[in-house]
């Protein structure tokens, strides 16, 4: 049903599943686990018993295929985060998120797999980076708050009394939580790849983004595609995206603030930042 393509928190991972594919396996996991209830309850004779076996043998597989097929989530999820995949703490983290969502989906309901797998994913991966980080829970979610806000407007550079109005905290608190967002920003660099010349951590994956998003901010922001990209993303700071080409935080910024103003002022303004709003 789908290709191998590598393993993930040693799980083989497989292509997404067409809907129509996922939807085909729900009825089997169903009939599985209700298999599996039925052997545990006992008092079957041997005929039964071997056929509930295969049931249930049968729903193991279409769940192990169904998780294999979402681990793709993780890895985005991952990466969107702004840390290289591979980080061995948020990709055990993600595929927790991803076992626990299989054990409470409930395929009667008609719902997308992937999709309700994706909160219990991004809910594990924040708390494993809010432990990384050394931050409470209190503050992870301001963090998010933050993020979630400057998504918001990519175009725009947000004050301190900004921030502070819409996360309704005071700008001593405001100044606090962007530094936090700032130094976890940074923590995805503190091994050094740019000394030892390796390539920079990866931003959300722009193949899964439409065609349309990738044409038009290529249009707009020419040669400073990436960096407006992993910018806009807070996968990368000003400073790591300037040293990375080898020319001065100011004439960075400059450049930013060009690709900012473009978009902001193109007549794909409202549907680029839709996009973003939905990412």
């Known amino acids: 049903m789908a290709e191998a393509l590598r393993t993930v928190g040693g799980l083989k991972m497989l292509k997404p599943l ?14 599985g686990r209700e298999a599996a209830r039925r052997l545990d309850a006992g008092g079957l004779d041997a005929a039964t018993t071997r056929a509930l076996r295969r049931e ?15 681990c793709g989530l993780v890895r985005l999820r991952v990466v969107e985060r702004g840390y290289r995949f591979g980080n061995e703490e948020l990709e055990a983290a993600g595929v927790e998120g991803l076992v626990n969502a299989l054990h409470r989906f409930d395929p009667g309901k008609g719902n997308r797999f992937s999709t309700y797998a ?37 175009a725009k550079k947000f004050s301190t009394k900004e921030v502070a109005n819409a996360l309704g905290v005071s700008l001593a608190k405001a100044r606090d939580i962007v530094q936090m967002n700032r130094d976890l920003v940074n923590r995805r660099f503190e091994t050094g790849d740019f000394e030892r010349g ?73 549907r680029l930042q839709d996009w973003f709003d939905q990412q």
């Not at 249930?56 to 979402?70: D, P, V």
């Not at 219990?120 to 050394?134: H, Y």
């Not at 700071?237 to 473009?262: F, H, N, P, T, V």
């Open 18 to 31: 067409t809907v129509d594919e996922e939807r085909a396996l729900l009825p089997v996991i169903t009939r």
């Open 56 to 70: 249930r043998e049968e729903g193991q597989h279409a769940e192990s295929t169904l998780l294999r097929a979402t």
């Open 118 to 154: 994706n909160y219990w994913i991004m809910k594990l991966v924040n708390q494993a980076i809010r432990q990384q980080a050394g931050l409470s829970e209190s503050e992870m979610e301001y963090v998010l708050r933050l993020q979630k806000l400057l998504r918001s407007d990519l």
């Open 198 to 270: 390796i390539e920079a951590r990866p931003s959300p994956d722009v193949n899964e983004a439409p065609q349309w998003v990738i044409e038009a901010l290529k249009r707009l922001c020419g040669e400073d595609f990436d960096a407006f990209w992993q910018y806009a993303f807070q996968t990368m700071s000003i400073e790591e995206i300037a040293r990375s080409r080898g020319i001065s935080r100011q004439a960075m910024s400059k450049r930013l603030e060009k690709c900012r103003k473009a978009v902001r002022e193109s007549a794909e303004a409202q």
